[in-house]
């Protein structure tokens, strides 16, 4: 069991034991001591002090923490992202301004073509791949889930469906979420706010719920099911 020191703040415990904490300096050297004495570990303070050894910027499994004069900022994951676009030949892929469209899907119902085997598992490894990527880009997630949806058995509107995500992710290839400065505050609202569209899908007729927090108007997370 380890106790945190005072003042210490666990912002984020992601997979394969990494994790963020956030706190003064001289807490977080200690906790690194602690941690160092149980265990084996790789750590790295991110802020302004570079003359006492702080870097500006962090990668964590391809996602980038980089400290700014104006703030935090949170990149997703750029080679992720850019591995999706691989697959297609970019010369070819159309810079969508949405990463879906309304009834795109609907052809997975009326079509009678049948992907090859190995059509069927790129599909699924790109749908994957998606999924993972939205989880920081928010702007994708909803075509990702949807796309994901016909992973057991995909048709072609679904191939065009990933082709066209594909092509919105060549013209968006980075996705920064900057989290600026604020003035301490007496008080903060927390504000959660959730909608369904009620039975959306043109083939399953299922819904869509999804959700969003924000406190004292800064965005922190989405969440779509």
Same mark, same amino acid.
């Given at each position: ?80 992202? $850019? ?29 009678? $073509?049948?992907?090859?085997? $190995? ?8 749908? $994957? ?97």
């Amino acid at each position: 069991m380890l106790l945190l020191p005072t003042r210490i703040r666990v912002l984020w415990f992601g997979p394969l034991w990494w994790c963020f904490f956030c706190g003064p300096r001289w807490a977080l050297k200690k906790l690194r001591e602690e941690l160092e004495e149980q265990f084996e570990i790789m750590s790295k303070i991110v802020g302004p002090f570079t003359d006492e050894g702080d870097i500006q910027e962090c990668a964590v499994l391809n996602r980038i923490l980089r400290y700014t004069t104006e703030g935090w900022e949170w990149e997703a994951d750029p080679k992720l992202a $850019q591995s999706i676009i691989d697959y297609y030949n970019e010369e070819y892929l159309i810079p969508y301004v949405t990463p879906g469209k309304v009834g795109q899907w609907k052809s997975h119902a009326l079509t009678d $073509q049948s992907p090859t085997p $190995q059509t069927i598992k790129e599909y699924r490894s790109r749908a $994957q791949k998606a999924m993972c990527l939205s989880h920081d880009r928010e702007d994708i997630m909803f075509t990702a889930k949807e796309l994901a949806r016909w992973s057991s058995k995909p048709a072609a509107g679904c191939l065009e469906g990933m082709k066209h995500l594909a092509g919105y992710i060549s013209g968006k290839p980075r996705v920064v979420y900057k989290f600026g400065w604020r003035k301490p505050e007496a008080k903060r609202n927390l504000v959660v706010r959730v909608d369904t569209d009620f039975a959306c899908c043109l083939v399953t007729r299922r819904s869509t719920s999804g959700g969003c927090l924000t406190v004292s108007y800064t965005h922190l997370r989405a969440h779509e099911t």
